[in-house]
C-alpha cells in the first residue's frame, strides 16, 4: 500500500463485477469509490485543517477534531482491510485451512460454531458497524470484536484477521434492510488464503 504523509484510497485487489452475485458492481462501485474515498477525505481535511492551525498558530476545537479524526481514520482501515478480506465469486472457498482453519477450531470448537457466532456478531451490530475477527497476542487467541461506526469497542494492539462490513451503504442497492442476506452471501466471497496469511504472519 502507498504510503505517505495522507491517506490514500487502495485500489481494490479485483475487478468490480468479480464479487457477483454476491456484491454488484453497482454496490461495490458506490462502496468503494464513494464512501471509503469520504473517509480518506475527511480524515486527510482534518489532519490539514490540524496542520493549519499549528502554522498560523490558532486555536482549533481539539475534541471535535480529534474524534471525527477517529472516526474517518478508523473507516479507511477497516475498508482497507475489508476489500483483501474477500475473494471473487469464481475463487470462494468454504472453510479456512492452514494455522488459520487450526485456531478458528481450537478457539470455537469447530468452523460451524465460529461461522455462527460472527454472523451472529455481524447481525447484531447496534447501527452501523463491522464484526471483526482478530487476535490478542498476549493470550494468543482470536476474538471476535464488533464494531460500532468504525472505532467504538475496539481492543487496543489487537491485529485485525477479517472484517466484514454491516454499514448499510454495504449492502442496501442488493439487499435493502436484509442485513442477515447480506452476511450469508459473505461467507461465498471470504478470502481465508489473505485472513490465513495475516495470522501466519502475526505468528512469526
Ligand atoms: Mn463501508
Not at 67 to 78: E, M, P, T, V, Y
Request: net charge neutral; charged share 25%; hydrophobic share 40%.
Amino acid at each position: 500500500m502507498e504510503t505517505g504523509r495522507f491517506y490514500v484510497l487502495p485500489p481494490l485487489p479485483y475487478g468490480t463485477k468479480d464479487l457477483e452475485p454476491f456484491i454488484s458492481e453497482e454496490q461495490l462501485e458506490i462502496h468503494h469509490d464513494k464512501h471509503h474515498q469520504g473517509y480518506v477525505n475527511g480524515a486527510n481535511a482534518i489532519l490539514k485543517k490540524l496542520q493549519n492551525a499549528r502554522e498560523e498558530d490558532v486555536d482549533v476545537d481539539v475534541k471535535a477534531s480529534l474524534k471525527a479524526l477517529s472516526f474517518n481514520i478508523g473507516g479507511h482501515i477497516l475498508h482497507s482491510l475489508f476489500w483483501p478480506s474477500l475473494a471473487p465469486s469464481s475463487e470462494g472457498k468454504e472453510k479456512p485451512g492452514g494455522v488459520l482453519g487450526n485456531t478458528i477450531d481450537k478457539e470455537f470448537g469447530n468452523f460451524e460454531r465460529f461461522k455462527k457466532e460472527f454472523s451472529q456478531a455481524a447481525v447484531s451490530v447496534e447501527g452501523s458497524g463491522w464484526a471483526t475477527l482478530a487476535f490478542c497476542k498476549q493470550t494468543n487467541r482470536p476474538i471476535i470484536m464488533q464494531i460500532e461506526k468504525h472505532n467504538t469497542n475496539i481492543y487496543p494492539t489487537f491485529r485485525i484477521l477479517m472484517v466484514l462490513d454491516v454499514w448499510e451503504h454495504a449492502y442496501y442497492l442488493d439487499y435493502k434492510n436484509a442485513r442477515g442476506k447480506f452476511v450469508d452471501a459473505f461467507w461465498n466471497i471470504v478470502n481465508w488464503n489473505t485472513v490465513n496469511k495475516r495470522l501466519e504472519k502475526l505468528l512469526k
